[in-house]
């Protein structure tokens, strides 16, 4: 409609013959070099980046590939272990040359390889063959040519050229770091500039049709009508002085005043007629088509969802990134290691940073992985980049214990062949003494009982203890820093109270959760697999999302908690000095009086909920260690229902004094200090 003239010129060039050793490689069925005119618009490998998506395209992706860590293994008899000895290792992952990190190199050579036939970099090896430094090559600079060595022989070789004086160099594959794309010949790739040169021009000559209407025209455009008949000087007039009024983005909203009966016509074609918007939008999609994108990564949320956008986002690692990724990969292989060492050594993106989900997925990965023992606490940390646990408590591996090895063929075999007589079933178990009047202390013949529940906990309360003193600690610093800003020269509280709302709300609350999950998680697995034994109930029980709905509520219960002491002692004579007081009292004692509460409760909780799963109906009140206590006294022997509470909500124990139960009692404590125990009728 007259919006875009197409002028597309293509040029064809000969193929690559392999008897004709002058024949270079860098010939394909489109020439990328030089740029062409299409859409009326000079598209080059310079001009092409101008056009806003596929400068988009060619920057997230180069952006993301430089910024995974680039790390060179040493293959193992099994696995494989991180080769920092390697001279090739600080290369690739921290400094190629003096004058460049990993990232810019990595980013330089990737734009060159999506804009050019492939992205170049120099390697410069030291006396003993070892790469010392990778320099990068301009791509317009460097040809890939075959010559011919000997009758039936040909040799690759790298022609680089200096503009200014004419001279050459010819390298060896051995000094050129070579990544490329989709290619004919599989030596160099096709020019994507090329290949697509009719759409970018299109969406610059889009850019440009837009910027001209928006920057030049006299809007609105059209024709001026007057009754009677101008001079040309009259009319010269009348256009010199409506132009100067009107043209131009500034001044497209002015109100035109109208003399002598003239009209105003429009004429012109207004740009949505054209379908300019949706010229525009096509152009993005089609870039994201060229460069294998989700259109959502150059910004074109129309099509996202919710839903669908984190699978996208990992759509966009396993199809767009990692053919690049290997593509590097490879080329290190083959370029930059000799021959010896391509058997031993290998270089890999890590790419787990760009697979990481939420942190609620994230964590209940690991508890499986932890339950069923391939990870460790230390393992954890160690992904979530933490140190691991003092005194190597993290190095241990946990599996349920209904899980037993697997026998190999072999062993089979030989208890076949040569039967055990000692090996005969043992007899089972005695049961538990059902008489309510028996010991309590004894329940647990055919798992370990109270006592391991207990040894159990003691173990995890310390870890409880050090992640809470680390938390009190972090709460001190950011909470005195508020203060200091809000609470100085008996300034109002008010604004100190929406920043400490703000602070516990959100990263407090972050940090407990991300402190506990995994001390919680291991924990209650330990407490579940001894209770599952207690009970002869060998099916694993699933406590995910027990846990996780039980560290929601207690860091909800404890944030409110903290945010309710914080606000009262602010509202005080010297806030300030209350405050500071309140949070030097949460690290010198919070840390054991929250270890010895979970060490307690979170026991008790989880094997309830274990012995729901193997059908348990009763449960009985065990006192321990509170033998003055009147109110943990009142409930020793009562059974209840495992769905019902043993003491209600609302209600009282004691004699003489009165305990005011706030909340239903399912399991203990029944209130700081508590050991009691509750274990199966």
């Not at 037993?404 to 062993?411: F, L, S």
Request: with cysteine.
């Amino acid at each position: 409609m007259g919006l875009i003239r197409a002028a597309v010129r293509a040029t064809k060039t000969p193929p690559f013959d392999p008897a004709r050793p002058e024949t270079s490689l860098v010939n394909g069925w489109w020439s990328g070099e030089g740029g062409g005119a299409t859409a009326g618009i000079h598209v080059s490998e310079e001009t092409a980046l101008h056009y806003a998506p596929f400068f988009a395209g060619v920057r997230v992706i180069a952006e993301d590939l430089a910024s995974l860590p680039l790390i060179t293994y040493e293959r193992l008899q099994r696995g494989k272990r991180r080769a920092t000895d390697h001279p090739l290792y600080p290369v690739l992952h921290d400094q190629p040359n003096p004058y460049m990190s990993s990232v810019a190199l990595r980013e330089t050579l990737q734009g060159h390889a999506m804009t050019w036939r492939g992205g170049y970099a120099n390697i410069v090896r030291n006396g003993a063959g070892d790469v010392a430094e990778l320099w990068p090559l301009r791509p317009d600079r460097i040809k890939p040519e075959i010559k011919r060595t000997a009758p039936g022989r040909m040799t690759l070789m790298y022609r680089y050229t200096d503009d200014v004086n004419g001279i050459y160099a010819m390298l060896h594959p051995d000094e050129v770091l070579h990544v490329h794309g989709l290619g004919g010949n599989g030596i160099e790739g096709y020019s994507l500039i090329g290949l697509a040169r009719r759409s970018i021009g299109l969406g610059l000559a889009a850019e440009a049709y837009g910027a001209s209407f928006f920057g030049n025209s006299a809007r609105p455009s059209g024709v001026l009508k007057h009754p009677g008949t101008l001079g040309d000087g009259a009319a010269k007039r009348l256009r010199e002085g409506w132009n100067e009024m009107h043209r131009g983005l500034d001044n497209a909203q002015r109100v035109a005043i109208l003399e002598e009966g003239m009209d105003w016509e429009t004429i012109g074609l207004p740009p949505e007629d054209a379908q300019f918007l949706q010229t525009r939008r096509f152009g993005v999609t089609d870039m994201a088509r060229w460069l294998r994108l989700p259109p959502h990564k150059i910004a074109d949320l129309e099509h996202a969802t919710y839903t669908n956008i984190e699978h996208q986002a990992l759509d966009y690692v396993t199809s767009a990134l990692r053919i690049w990724l290997v593509r590097w990969e490879q080329a290190i292989l083959t370029r930059a290691l000799t021959s010896a060492e391509r058997g031993r050594y290998f270089s890999e993106h890590l790419v787990d940073a760009l697979l990481r989900g939420d942190i609620k997925s994230r964590y209940e990965a690991y508890a499986i992985g932890r339950n069923w023992g391939w990870l460790s606490a230390d393992d954890v940390a160690e992904m979530e980049n933490r140190n691991p646990l003092p005194d190597g408590r993290g190095e241990t591996y946990l599996v349920p214990l209904n899980m037993v090895p697997a026998k190999t063929p072999a062993e089979i075999k030989a208890d076949l062949d040569n039967p055990d007589p000692a090996a005969a079933p043992a007899p089972p178990a005695p049961e538990p003494d059902d008489d309510p009047g028996g010991d309590p202390r004894a329940y647990g013949l055919r798992g370990r009982g109270i006592a391991a529940r207990q040894r159990i906990a003691a173990q995890y309360a310390a870890l409880i203890a050090d992640a809470d003193l680390k938390l009190a600690k972090f709460e001190q610093k950011q909470v005195t820093a508020l203060a200091e800003e809000h609470l100085a020269d008996g300034a109002s509280p008010r604004e100190f109270l929406a920043a400490l709302e703000d602070l516990y709300r959100g990263l407090v609350a972050e940090r407990t959760t991300a402190a506990w999950l995994p001390i919680i998680t291991e924990f209650a697995a330990a407490i579940a697999g001894d209770a599952a034994a207690d009970v002869g109930h060998d099916d694993p029980v699933d406590l995910q999302t027990w846990v996780q709905s039980y560290v929601s509520s207690h860091v909800g219960y404890r944030i409110a908690s903290e945010l309710g002491q914080l606000t009262a002692a602010a509202s005080g004579v010297d806030a300030a000095a209350a405050v500071l007081q309140r949070l030097a009292k949460w690290v010198s004692e919070r840390p054991e009086r929250i270890a010895r509460w979970q060490g307690n409760q979170l026991p008790n909780a989880a094997a309830r909920e274990v012995w729901r799963a193997a059908g348990i109906q009763t449960l009985k009140w065990v006192t321990f260690g509170s033998d003055d206590c009147p109110f943990c006294n009142a409930l020793d022997g009562v059974t209840t229902g495992i769905e019902q509470p043993f003491a209600n909500k609302g209600g009282q124990l004691g004699l003489a004094e009165k305990l005011q139960i706030g909340r239903d009692i399912h399991h203990p404590p029944l209130h700081p200090g508590c050991d009691c125990q509750i274990v199966p009728a």
